[in-house]
């Protein structure tokens, strides 16, 4: 079993997030990283599914129904994390370390976590 491997789209990169992720041992890189800003949702989650990436993003309402399409046509995605944007860095921290230590990535393919439900209070 392999660990996810983050794919942080606009929305939520930001650079002491990636810093704090990558500073506890996960494999995480940004939208800007990969030289696709400014692309669709569709061909984010596209690049997300050919490099095995999980997809995290605040963009809640979009991918979850890019979600919704995909699996109606039988399509396949790497998995989507969703979250709402009012989450100070250390919570998302917190939430996306103990996700990425509790689920293999091929548990993540074709499924919606809402970072919500991985935050420890």
Do not use: C
Not at 44 to 60: D, G, H, K, P, T
Request: charged share 25%; aromatic share 10%.
């Amino acid at each position: 079993m392999s660990q996810i491997r983050l794919y942080l789209d606009e929305d939520a990169t930001h650079n002491r997030l990636l810093q704090a992720l990558r500073n506890r041992g996960a494999d995480v890189i940004s939208t800007v990283e990969a030289g696709r800003l400014s692309r669709s949702d569709t061909d984010q989650l596209e690049w997300a599914l050919n490099n095995r990436r999980v997809i995290y993003s605040f963009n809640v309402r979009d991918f979850y129904q890019l979600h919704t399409e995909w699996l109606g046509q039988s399509r396949t995605h790497a998995g989507i994390i969703l979250s709402k944007q009012d989450y100070g860095i250390g919570d998302q921290v917190r939430g996306l370390l103990q996700l990425i230590t509790s689920k293999p990535a091929e548990e993540m393919e074709n499924q919606v976590e809402f970072l919500g439900e991985w935050i420890r209070w």
